[in-house]
């Protein structure tokens, strides 16, 4: 009874999609690094070594062939740091888009399955966050709390859950009078399994390109308040500690900010890349 979530023919399309592959590679690699950073790390992050500070990265002049990277302001391997702050990037990311989709996702669902007093509840609240400036909040509460890397999560998580409603309340209010959901209906389906069975496989495509846009704002967002000093707490080799701690030095020894950059502009771009291949690949059509 269901439509297919995505046919044979458009996952072929995807692999010919050059933004697709090159986003999915830089995530695919991302991830990766992430699982496997304790044991690929040369050094230990979090040692300081203070005969050794702001060591050039091998391939420039000066540079150390035991620290590829280099070391930062307090001796610290940069490769090791960096590698590491990817782990963090990526944890903020995924569990920021786990929260916030529970959160949205199941507003959407409902408001555009059941409609009236409900949907008028979900709009209510979605123009409620839609009215309030995320990036202060954030700067807010992390100001008055402290910064700790589960509030990052739980700030953002409950901050970036509005395009999740709104894709959701849209795509749901679509497929629910289509003739597969009325199928279901007359096969006496519940409520429940219209829900999960019919209409949430339908819409998944959509909230996919949701989540990656979503991520990769995370990131972002993690990375400014860190930059901020009210993200992830040091030592913590958050991307935005990195260049925050790095301003210091970046006129002198330009390495220390322009390596962290580099890193956080490049996974935003795949997870974009990535997100724009699927929205142009998979978001469109809702009538099978």
């Not at 782990?87 to 569990?95: A, E, Y």
């Not at 709390?145 to 959701?168: E, H, N």
Request: proline share 6%; hydrophobic share 55%.
């Amino acid at each position: 009874m269901s439509a297919a979530v995505m046919p044979m023919g458009r996952g072929a399309k995807l692999l010919r999609n050059p933004g697709f592959v090159i986003g999915a590679g830089i995530v695919a690699f991302a991830a990766i690094v992430a699982l496997l950073a304790p044991w690929i790390v040369p050094y230990d992050p979090f040692v300081i070594d203070l005969d050794r500070r702001l060591v050039p990265p091998s391939f420039m002049e000066g540079g150390d062939p035991r620290n590829f990277l280099g070391t930062d302001q307090l001796g610290r391997d940069y490769f090791s740091r960096l590698i590491y702050g990817t782990r963090i990037s990526m944890v903020i990311g995924v569990l920021t888009v786990i929260t916030s989709g529970l959160i949205g996702i199941t507003m959407g669902v409902l408001g555009g399955f059941y409609g009236g007093r409900v949907d008028d509840a979900v709009v209510f609240a979605i123009t409620t966050r839609l009215s309030i400036p995320a990036v202060l909040v954030a700067l807010a509460v992390a100001a008055l709390r402290g910064s700790s890397f589960l509030l990052v999560v739980l700030v953002l998580g409950l901050l970036l859950w509005d395009r999740f409603a709104v894709v959701a309340r849209s795509t749901t209010m679509q497929i629910r009078n289509l003739d597969y959901v009325s199928a279901a209906w007359c096969a006496g389906a519940s409520q429940w399994w219209v829900l999960t069975r019919e209409v949430l496989p339908n819409i998944a495509t959509h909230l996919a390109v949701v989540a990656t846009l979503e991520m990769a704002l995370a990131i972002l967002l993690e990375a400014a308040l860190s930059f901020l000093g009210l993200g992830v707490p040091p030592p913590l080799p958050s991307w935005g500690l990195m260049i925050s701690e790095a301003k210091e030095y970046m006129f002198f020894s330009p390495w220390v900010i322009m390596i962290p950059g580099a890193a956080l502009f490049v996974l935003v771009l795949g997870v974009n890349f990535l997100g724009d291949a699927l929205r142009d690949m998979m978001g469109t059509d809702l009538s099978r």
